[in-house]
């Protein structure tokens, strides 16, 4: 299953400057997953930039609002979502997207996202 034009469009422009303290959005992967129950859904990895110097992460407080500021964002998604988080400076394609990132989730199906 493919992820529609408009639903990536909806997506670049939830995460387009979306910055909540330390963390800033930099870049993010978009991708139709499937769970145990083989049921579609919505992966959204945030790519943050690094954070300030002399941290080794971002607060767990700036992580988890940014990822509700980019999930209120996108209201009516056509299938549930999942946010995943993760340094820009991690190399890509080392593993699966979101295997390991900060915040994953299960998938939200309240409210139509």
Not at 22 to 43: G, I
Not at 47 to 64: F, I, Q
Not at 74 to 101: K, R, W
Request: charged share 30%; proline share 9%; no cysteine.
């Amino acid at each position: 299953m493919q992820v529609r034009n408009e639903t990536r469009e909806q997506v670049d422009a939830a995460t387009n400057g979306a910055a909540v303290g330390s963390a800033q959005v930099v870049s993010h992967e978009l991708a139709v997953r499937r769970d145990a129950e083989d049921d579609p859904y919505l992966l959204l990895v945030l790519r943050l930039a690094p954070p300030p110097p002399g941290l080794e992460t971002w607060s767990v407080d700036d992580v988890y609002a940014i990822r509700e500021e980019v999930r209120a964002r996108l209201p009516d998604l056509p299938l549930p979502l999942v946010i995943s988080v993760t340094s820009s400076s991690e190399e890509e394609g080392d593993e699966e997207p979101g295997a390991t990132g900060l915040g994953a989730g299960r998938p939200r199906r309240e409210g139509g996202a």
